[in-house]
């Protein structure tokens, strides 16, 4: 009886130590980005939302936006509006891409962690499973005229992946090219209709 006892005082012990997790990982569910365009600039409606969901601060997920776009904007109460005309689908993949590296532990997968700072160094610490990682720095090189996209020229580019709404996804030098019609692995000519940021609409050029 006395080692009984024992055993679940431990037990009690050991669960009271365990980290409290704010998210469920299984409950943890991004809500799609309503973004609509008016004139030059594009309105991200739910923009508060989002961020209440990661559990981050707002302006550090909108620092985060700007500097991928490559643009200006500004919060108006719950939502953010963009200087310049971009879609739904590149800000939902910005998004994917802040919550992989800002939110997501990379030992159990979860979404119960949150920033810290150790001396210079911005960390990743997870609440559930107790793992940390540093927070990779996105250094902005100058670009030089091998890099540079123009709009209307033609480039020889390989489908690395393919979007949501089924674009190819092409890759060069700071720069993400859609291609319609294209899949993974295609290597095709196209031709730059439209430079948004660091986000590039393309066609496919006869080769």
């Known amino acids: 009886m006395h080692s009984t006892d024992s055993y679940e005082n431990y037990l009690n012990r050991g669960i009271k130590n365990l980290p409290q997790t ?20 594009t309105v991200f ?3 508060g939302e989002i961020s209440d969901v990661l559990n981050r601060d707002p302006e550090h997920v909108l620092k985060f936006l700007l500097r991928e776009l490559g643009t200006a904007g500004k919060p108006d109460g719950g939502r953010v509006i963009f200087q310049g005309r971009f ?16 939110v997501i532990c990379s030992e159990c997968n ?8 150790s001396e210079r160094t911005v960390m990743l610490k997870c609440d559930a499973c107790g793992a940390h ?10 670009e030089s005229a091998a890099s540079a996209l123009e709009e209307g020229s033609v480039y020889d580019v390989r489908i690395e992946a393919v979007g949501k709404r089924g674009d190819g996804i092409a890759k060069v ?28 609409f393309t066609e496919k050029v006869p080769g």
């Open 87 to 102: 879609s739904q689908e590149m800000i939902a993949s910005l998004i994917e891409d802040y919550v992989a590296e800002y």
């Open 173 to 200: 030098g700071k720069y993400s090219l859609f291609v319609p019609g294209a899949q993974k692995g295609d290597t095709v000519k196209v031709r730059v209709k439209k430079i948004s940021g660091t986000l590039a």
């Open 133 to 142: 990682r540093p927070i990779r720095k996105r250094y902005v090189k100058k």
């Open 22 to 41: 704010t998210i469920a990982a299984e409950r943890f569910s991004i809500p799609v980005p309503r973004v609509f365009v008016e004139g030059r600039m």
């Open 45 to 47: 409606e739910n923009f």
């Open 110 to 117: 979860r979404p119960d962690t949150h920033l810290t700072k």
